[in-house]
């Protein structure tokens, strides 16, 4: 069915992408009710689109909750980082994130986001009215950002690590639909078991390399080296006391996840915001004036990026129609009732982000349209007081630690652009959104400038 849905490309006006995406829960949806019970080979998932049983999912501590494997492949990828994993390990890996991009260091990382950022404009300077393929672009720019902020290094050097997480991430899009056998993928193995094991163990030796430098930094008592994400792993990898210590697998395990994370949603997002601005002008023009009245034509502050109300809502609205991340999944680890559902043990949940974001009897028949005026009284006012109904984030214990990280860097980097650039959609472009781990355009994002 996803084969078929994607076949050809959209309507560029067309924001209804869930039957496009998600063909089968679509489907599903309409003919059996809002939550269905439905089979991964001998592996039941029930299928949850109530945004009050989700909002009580998602709000249930870990210790019932976890998360459903994965296959070898993905696993090669995120190991046992924080997005994987649960219990106590996920409690102390969870703790240091929450530390590292937080308050007062959040407000810090802003200099470098803005330094980035004029990385990623000065490469554009020479543009006049040509077009830019902008996915690629920031790529770039989210690697730079995250490498900077959490490990105290640039794109350039973690450039590799970047390469082989793309390829590996190729291979999980091909393996994704595929039911295997227990034990295929690790007693007998394919070429694309092959090819992944040799990406993970060139990823594995390029962050021992980087841990080797840093702790030669830390040594040396270069203090600011040592506050940033890699800086606080390494604490918790030394730590005396058991309960806050870290292996060292599980050190290189959440740099894979903060390096997979940190760079791949963003870069959407701001593709996705892009292309709706330049087919929206005039909500491009709104947040332009809002821009000069906040920034005027200096750099963005961390001041400033609170009063970007409309750019706010334009976020938001982008994140509805273009989550990211389509769907949210949990493994029931005690048996559980939510609502008039009993769920038992090793039932799987998916929660599909998309098909609530776009669903009109939540939103309205207008639901399939950018009306970025829905966020105008907050998110709360949007989806009737029921936070189940948007969920680009998550919500509850496991919500995304890199949620206000995200907003600044999408603020700035936006802001930035429209100080600087008119723009509108490519007649080149094709609208071609597809799941491959997360929401992409399949054929990029070609975007016209016209410097101001
Ligand atoms: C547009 C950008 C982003 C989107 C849409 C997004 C989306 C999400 C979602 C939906 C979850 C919840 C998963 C769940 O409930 O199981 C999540 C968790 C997570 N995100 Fe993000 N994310 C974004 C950016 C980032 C960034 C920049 C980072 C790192 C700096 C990051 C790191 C993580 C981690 C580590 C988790 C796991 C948290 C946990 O399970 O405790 N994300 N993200």
Redesign the pocket.
Known sequence: MINKATSSPMDVTSHYIFPRIQPHIHSWVHQYGKNILCWHGPQPELVITEPEVVKEI?SIKEISMG?PGVGPIYRKMLGG???L?QGDK?AK??KI?THA?NGERLKNMVPAMVESTKIMLERWKDAGTKEIEVYNEFKIL?SEI?SRN?FGSSYEEGKQIFKNLWALSLLVFKTAHKVRHPGFGIIFKDKDDIESDKLQDGIHNLIMQMIRNKEKMIISGDEDKSTDYLGLLLKAHHDSDDSYKLSIQDVIDDCK??YA???A??S??LSWVTFLLGIHTEWQEAAREEVQEVFGNQDPSSEGIARLKKMGMIINET?RLY???TS???KVLKETRVGNLVLPANLNLQIP?LALHQDPEIWGEDAHLFKPERFSDGIANAVNKNPGAF?????????????N??IN??KITLSMILQRYRFTLSPNYVHAPVQHI?LRPNCGVQIMFQGL
């Open positions: 998602m998360k980082g924080l997005v994993s996920w890996q969870r994130a991009f989210a995250i959490a996840t903060f994370a940190g760079h949603t963003i959407l997002l994140l989550p990211p991340a949210t999944t949990r982000a969920i680009p984030f998550g919500y509850g214990p496991r919500i995304c630690v890199g949620y990280f995200t860097e999408a997360s």
